[in-house]
């Protein structure tokens, strides 16, 4: 296989936007970043509890898509802030702070192997 430039580049400009405890209010906003153009991804965490098979569902979006995301969500849901819970910033910050500083540590060393 032809390896191109762009094969060992890791792009990850996903965040998690919020949490989202009802499956009807994950499938309104869905439906609404389809329509209106928005990438994401969901992830669902079932809760310790697996009897009442509830959990919750973690919607990321690109980073730059960020705000435009928030502003489909507030305008298809007159409660937004009750039936959804928007992630801070700042938890992304430091794990990304934390995955530079690993491969930064990583290519260290490699390079004192050589």
Partial sequence: MVESMYTRVCVNNEIELCEVYEREVKDKI???F???G???FIKWKRE???AKQEGKYVICVNQLQKQRAEAVIHAI???ANDNVTFVDGKKEKSM?????RSRQTNLLALLSKM
């Fill in 34 to 36: 389809v329509k209106n």
């Fill in 30 to 32: 869905e439906k609404a």
């Fill in 96 to 100: 990304i702070k934390k995955m530079m």
């Fill in 77 to 79: 849901l007159e409660d």
């Fill in 38 to 40: 928005v990438s994401f």
């Fill in 48 to 50: 310790k509890n697996a």
